[in-house]
């Protein structure tokens, strides 16, 4: 008997392939520090047996997730910088508020229930900006992306306008 007829079969599902080349191609990346080339992702494509048309359906599908990616952090930072302008905004008004509290009686009194709902407001305004995977976050997204889609467009149609118009 060989001993290679002892050896389990070893199987993987699709999935464990790809993380396990997800795992193995990152680590390499890392060690060597270097990027990979568009012939070396077709050569193991080549090696996998991947077509080429398959695999330019797939590179354009992750162009596309990159773009949406890209939109996504984008938009998170939008939000971030909103929240801190919020949260700038309430720290004036709370300020305001508890001096005059204090110049008119010497001690703060009144101006704590404003403070307290100022401070909900803003841990409700948190939860809400930086929870994303809500169903508002998604909507809000989208909102915020066909804006977004809308004043670019409008840009290059202005700017093609000003092109035509000086030339």
Not at 94 to 108: K, Q, T, Y
Not at 137 to 162: D, G
Request: proline share 2%; hydrophobic share 40%; aromatic share 12%.
């Amino acid at each position: 008997m060989a001993p290679s007829d002892n050896k389990p079969i070893r199987s993987y599902t699709q999935e464990d392939i790809q993380q396990i080349l997800h795992l193995a191609i990152t680590r390499q990346a890392s060690d060597q520090e270097k990027e990979f080339s568009y012939e070396q992702l077709r050569e193991i494509a080549r090696e996998l047996e991947i077509s080429p048309e398959l695999l330019n359906l797939a590179e354009g599908e992750w162009i596309v997730q990159q773009g949406d990616v890209q939109q996504r952090l984008a938009f998170s930072k939008y939000r971030q910088k909103q929240f801190h302008k919020r949260i700038g905004n309430y720290t004036i008004v709370n300020a305001f508020l508890l001096m005059v509290d204090f110049v008119g009686g010497w001690s703060i009194s009144w101006a704590l229930y404003p403070l307290l709902i100022s401070v909900l407001a803003v841990g409700l305004d948190g939860w809400n900006n930086f929870n994303k995977n809500t169903e508002e976050y998604e909507l809000e997204f989208q909102k915020w992306n066909r804006r977004h889609q809308l004043k670019k467009s409008f840009n290059t149609l202005l700017s093609k306008f000003i092109r035509i118009v000086n030339g």
